[in-house]
């Protein structure tokens, strides 16, 4: 009865139950602490994953990337370029990179002649002798040297591919002299692969 008349002076309760639903435990009640979390399967899997080895981004990430050498009073400019998806680059991939080379802040009065063009690959195992393009080449302003150069395979579980670029040049003293002087340009190209394991 008393029940009763305490819910009938209080607005919005419709029954017994709903007033004693939200009681709170008298004291002497134990509440339970809910257990502390632990890591998910999921939340682990994700960990392990973050652990394998990531692959470094690489200067034809983009598909292109251009280098400038200064040689004395002028610069050799580079420009490497690939139709490959360079971030896909395993030891054992197909590999494929052109190559252009031209003189920039020269004059085209003085001839200038690529003797050689050599590139050598290391993969931290092996050394090797890619191509070497002997002659007598004119790349006297505006002329270009182009070329194109197929990678061979590397050592199986290499991470790196260091490509080093060499280029002689024959530059003339004096205009008309036909009397040249040899600079040799140097670059390098250090590409990353994806080993066993690894993410890109």
């Known amino acids: ?94 590999k494929t990179l052109n190559v252009a080379a031209h003189i920039e802040d020269a004059d085209s009065k003085h001839r200038v002649k690529v003797s050689t063009f050599q590139v050598t690959q290391d993969d931290g195992t092996a050394r090797v002798d890619v191509t070497t393009d ?13 070329t194109v150069v197929t990678l061979p395979a590397a050592t199986t579980g290499a991470t790196t591919l260091t490509l080093t670029f060499r280029m002689d040049l024959l530059v003339e003293t004096t205009p008309k002299s036909n009397s040249y002087y040899r600079s040799t340009a140097l670059d390098t190209l250090t590409l990353p692969l994806i080993t066993k394991g690894a993410t890109q």
């Open 134 to 146: 002997s002659g007598s080449f004119d790349i006297t302003p505006p002329y270009p040297y182009n």
């Open 1 to 94: 009865m008393a029940a009763v008349m305490l819910c009938g002076s209080l607005s919005g309760c419709s029954s017994l139950k709903e007033l004693t639903s939200s009681s709170k435990p008298l004291l002497g009640g134990s509440s339970t602490s809910s257990p502390s979390a632990k890591p998910s399967a999921a939340a682990t899997g994700k960990d392990a994953a973050a652990k394998k080895p990531e692959r470094e981004s690489g200067p034809l990430d983009t598909g292109t990337v251009t280098h400038r050498l200064k040689q004395g009073n002028f610069t050799v400019t580079l420009n490497y370029w690939t139709s490959d998806n360079a971030k896909l680059y395993t030891a054992e991939s197909a």
